[in-house]
């Protein structure tokens, strides 16, 4: 099979697809300068909405002292519940640290360099996926009564319950912006240790740390770049 | 560490946060009947991209004919290119199934119950991950000239991209609906078959097809349940 790479609309606008057989029309490009204004176009979402949620959020580092309620936990919830998992299985599970005590024993466990970070979040939110998601399968998956026998195998769930809980962690992310909060998502963490101190019964994996709160005035770093359209999508 | 779960708003709203010595007030809970619009006032997103992104939004099985134009991906990407991922790698590649031999490959290699799914879909995408994201890691992430050092192993490179893959893959589910569009995520396939043939250097990694475009009147299913949030969320 080959692919050719889709061409960005800047890179030849007056030549849409020029050479690439298979690329269907481009009927935008070429009209008016290539920016970020034009290309919102093609979108049903609201200007407004995209900058909130994609162009205009970005991870933070330092918080304010605002803090993060309940009240909005539960509003993001409800925003991002519906998004879709496979088999709607929802793996995610989060752990608002609040008490003193359990912060201290989070933040003893990020790595060195992400300690600052996490003691200035209002919020720090653990994500760890559930290994027995499959008990809920009945529940959440009425139309498959026998889905829940698939999964007899901790290590398949653990894979499945991987990958799913990182798409909801994305959701999540995209959610706590949705709330007019800035994320500042970590990996850099003891999850061994961190899932012996939080999940001492053995059955919820931890894998990423988010701090949650209202960017302070230095709090976010310049944005690195993004690939272009080119090095990302191909048409075969 | 111990850890009580979150009430719903629902649950119990004359006593919000009774018997959960960690919660913090529920200014909200309580004030007229619980339910999505009451809901969504914690949010700064408009309910109208809350419906379009979230609410309304709604895995799609079978498609209308309308295309999906090159330029509709474009605006995609442009919009979910900024949302984060770990060391900002953006390991994900999009192929565009246009061609019909292209697609034809692809579709014999769906699990049996996938086919028609895709069969009807105007556009499919394959998404998969980079081995090789490292390789941009100069490039993307200037201000750590040695980060592309810290990926000489294969397996961890795989292991990494496979986890922001997942998170760039929900990303562009969510950029699919910000383009008024309808997506089919379906991780039923034979990977190492579909990576032959697509992928013949071995430097991808398929994980999950995308059926896009605008849904046929009988496209959708009804919605399954999701996960309270006293399933999902607890304190700390």
Redesign the interface.
């Known amino acids: 099979?080959t692919?050719t790479h889709?061409t960005?609309?800047d890179a030849d606008p007056g030549r849409p697809?020029h050479g690439h057989g298979?690329?269907?029309?481009?009927?935008?490009?070429g009209v008016g300068a290539p920016g970020?204004i034009d290309?919102?176009?093609?979108?049903?979402?609201?200007p407004?909405?995209?900058d909130?949620?994609?162009?205009e959020?970005h991870?933070a580092y330092r918080f304010t002292s605002e803090?993060v309620?309940?009240?909005?936990?539960?509003?993001?919830?409800?925003?991002?519940?519906?998004?879709?998992t496979?088999m709607?299985a929802?793996p995610?599970?989060?752990?608002?640290?609040?008490?003193p005590?359990?912060r201290e024993?989070l933040i003893a466990r990020l790595a060195a360099g992400n300690r600052a970070k996490a003691q200035s979040a209002p919020l720090i939110a653990?994500l760890s996926y559930d290994l027995d998601f499959h008990d809920?399968l009945p529940?959440?998956?009425?139309?498959a009564p026998g889905a829940r026998d698939g999964f007899a195998a901790e290590p398949a769930r653990a894979e499945f319950a991987?990958?799913?809980g990182?798409?909801?962690?994305?959701?999540f992310?995209?959610g706590v912006r949705?709330?007019?909060l800035a994320?500042g998502?970590m990996?850099g963490f003891d999850r061994e240790g961190v899932d012996r101190?939080?999940f001492?019964e053995g059955r919820q994996r931890s894998?990423l740390v988010v701090n949650i709160g209202h960017p302070a005035a230095d709090g976010q770093?310049p944005?690195?770049?993004?690939?272009d359209?080119e090095?990302?999508?191909?048409?075969?």
Do not use: C
């Not at 290309?39 to 609201?46: E, T």
């Not at 909130?52 to 162009?55: N, S, V």
């Not at 529940?139 to 139309?143: D, Q, T």
């Not at 990182?166 to 959701?171: E, G, K, L, S, V």
């Open positions: 099979m692919a889709l960005a609309g697809g298979h690329l269907h029309a481009v009927p935008d490009a970020p290309r919102a176009a093609g979108l049903a979402l609201s407004e909405a995209a909130l949620l994609f162009r959020a991870t803090p309620t309940d009240e909005q936990i539960r509003a993001i919830h409800d925003l991002v519940k519906w998004a879709p496979a709607n929802q995610l599970r989060i752990t608002l640290v609040r008490s005590e359990a024993a653990l809920t529940e959440v998956l009425p139309h991987s990958f799913n990182a798409m909801q962690a994305a959701y992310l995209i949705a709330a007019g994320a998502p990996g101190e939080f001492p894998f770093f944005r690195s770049p993004r690939l359209l090095r990302v999508v191909s048409v075969a």
